[in-house]
């Protein structure tokens, strides 16, 4: 195999953006239940950030229908602390349904208020890859 040299060096993600139909209440949720922290609020683009990653949440534009269930699988965020069934019941208390995946029910996933997938990588979930 021949190994070529990258036309450019990527280091990491920056940020990824997730269209939404209302900003305000998925800026609530993404900072009141998981944590983030707003870096810029622009009204109709919100980027939050969560330690040295970033989120931004657009609105949709005029027209369009959101369509989570092909845009993105689904976000994978990693926890700082915390088991499964205490992030489980942390999110079932907030009103939140919680799921796993087929093969996997100890999985912690569950949706954004616009139906966006993900998953919480907790501490356990590191220790065991």
Do not use: W
């Amino acid at each position: 195999m021949i190994e070529a040299k990258p036309v450019v060096q990527v280091t990491g993600l920056d940020h990824i953006v997730l269209h939404v139909n209302d900003v305000e209440r998925s800026k609530r949720f993404y900072c009141d239940i998981l944590g983030f922290e707003i870096d810029r609020d622009r009204g109709r683009q919100v980027f939050l950030r969560a330690g040295s990653n970033q989120l931004g949440l657009f609105a949709l534009p005029e027209g369009q229908t959101l369509d989570t269930s092909t845009a993105v699988n689904h976000l994978a965020l990693r926890m700082a602390d915390g088991t499964k069934a205490g992030v489980k019941a942390a999110l079932e208390a907030q009103g939140i349904k919680v799921h796993g995946r087929p093969g996997d029910e100890d999985c912690v996933y569950f949706e954004d208020p616009d139906g966006h997938r993900l998953q919480l990588y907790t501490l356990e979930d590191q220790q065991e890859h």
